[in-house]
Each structure stands twice: as C-alpha cells, then as structure tokens.
C-alpha cells in the first residue's frame, strides 16, 4: 500500500493471511525482499520500535515453511 492507502501489488505466497509488508521486487531475481513488516496475521506492529519489527519479521519468517520455494502458491 502506498500513504495514501492505494494497494500497489497483490500476489498469491504462503505468507498468513492479513499479513502486511514493505517490499521491493526485483523482475530479474522474480524476488519480493522485504525490508519491514507493518501486520502479522492481522496484528499491528507498526507502532512498535524498529528493533522489534526486525526480531519480529525475522523469526515469524524463519517460522514460516517454503516462504523461499517457487510454487504455484509461492511464486
């Protein structure tokens, strides 16, 4: 989503549902990298320090099985 609230990307993944993050995609890697989460499963952390939303992303990431395998489901 954009400031002002415009949705700029949907895309099928196994990430949970009513999860929001900042990404940036690469077309030559066919790669999303993110670099914030703003909701985990419909929890807001976006108030939250940076430094948790770091720990946060990374360990509900790691958590989160074949996030890094190219399926239909997870392109």
């Known amino acids: 989503y ?19 993050l900042d990404c940036i995609y690469s077309e030559m890697d066919r ?13 807001p952390v976006y108030d939250c320090p940076t430094e948790f939303r770091f720990y946060w992303l990374q360990s509900k990431v790691q958590e989160a099985e074949g996030l890094a395998d190219i399926t239909k489901r997870n392109p």
């Not at 400031?3 to 929001?20: A, E, Q």
């Not at 790669?31 to 929890?43: E, N």
């Open 31 to 43: 790669t999303f990298y993110i670099l914030d989460v703003m909701c985990w499963r419909g929890h």
């Open 2 to 20: 954009t400031k002002s609230g415009y949705c700029v990307n949907r895309f099928p993944s196994l990430l949970p549902d009513y999860t929001i």
